[in-house]
């Protein structure tokens, strides 16, 4: 039997058309993505601030346990990420380097690691500042905090850096 080259065109588009199948929905279409009140591996979440959202920026205030405090030596970088969810890569990152605290923070769709992308829907948001200045997984040394679930357009979105690593 002989194909011609195009047999791959409709393979593909058999392919594209049923992957929808498995896909659970974006927070902004009402699919469930947060988990509930319980802790997140052993680390209890932030309160979440009750601000409504509405805008297309995220901000708030970054500050810092006083314990913790104590244990910078200025050469630190803070990442400020915004993801869909409680995993994944982030949808949006501010990196600031030698941060003071309490420092004042905006995320915008000029945060954004995907351009183009609509930046709307929720988000959880993480504030970590990190010894090695690398954007990767937390290491030792580095501390973060956390509010698992807001929504972009919410400013007065506090964090408090209260976890060391």
Same mark, same amino acid.
């Given at each position: 039997?002989?194909?011609?080259?195009?047999?791959? &065109?409709? !393979? =593909?588009?058999?392919?594209?058309?049923?992957?929808?199948?498995? =896909? #659970?929905?974006?927070?902004?279409?009402?699919?469930?993505?947060?988990?509930?009140? $319980?802790?997140?591996?052993?680390?209890?979440?932030?309160?979440?601030?009750? !601000?409504?959202? %509405? %805008?297309?920026? *995220?901000?708030?205030?970054? /500050?810092?346990?006083?314990?913790? /405090? #104590?244990?910078?030596? %200025?050469?630190? &970088? *803070?990442? =400020?990420?915004? $993801? $869909?969810?409680?995993?994944?890569?982030?949808?949006?990152?501010?990196?600031?380097?030698?941060?003071?605290?309490? *420092?004042?923070?905006? *995320?915008?769709?000029?945060?954004?690691? &995907?351009?183009?992308?609509?930046?709307?829907?929720?988000?959880? =948001?993480?504030?970590?500042?990190?010894?090695?200045?690398?954007?990767?997984?937390?290491?030792?040394?580095?501390?973060?905090?956390?509010?698992?679930?807001? !929504?972009?357009?919410?400013?007065?979105?506090?964090?408090?850096?209260? $976890?060391?690593?």
């Amino acid at each position: 039997m002989r194909m011609d080259g195009n047999w791959w &065109v409709a !393979v =593909v588009f058999l392919v594209v058309a049923g992957c929808d199948q498995h =896909v #659970a929905p974006l927070p902004e279409h009402g699919g469930p993505v947060f988990p509930s009140s $319980r802790t997140m591996g052993g680390i209890s979440p932030t309160p979440v601030p009750s !601000v409504s959202g %509405g %805008g297309s920026i *995220l901000s708030g205030t970054i /500050s810092i346990a006083p314990d913790l /405090s #104590a244990k910078l030596d %200025g050469s630190e &970088v *803070l990442f =400020v990420m915004a $993801r $869909r969810g409680m995993g994944g890569p982030p949808m949006a990152v501010k990196r600031i380097q030698q941060p003071k605290f309490p *420092l004042t923070y905006t *995320l915008s769709a000029a945060d954004q690691m &995907v351009q183009g992308q609509p930046f709307s829907g929720e988000v959880s =948001v993480v504030a970590r500042i990190d010894r090695d200045g690398s954007a990767g997984p937390p290491g030792p040394g580095d501390m973060e905090g956390l509010i698992p679930q807001t !929504v972009i357009g919410n400013t007065g979105v506090d964090i408090i850096i209260d $976890r060391a690593y």
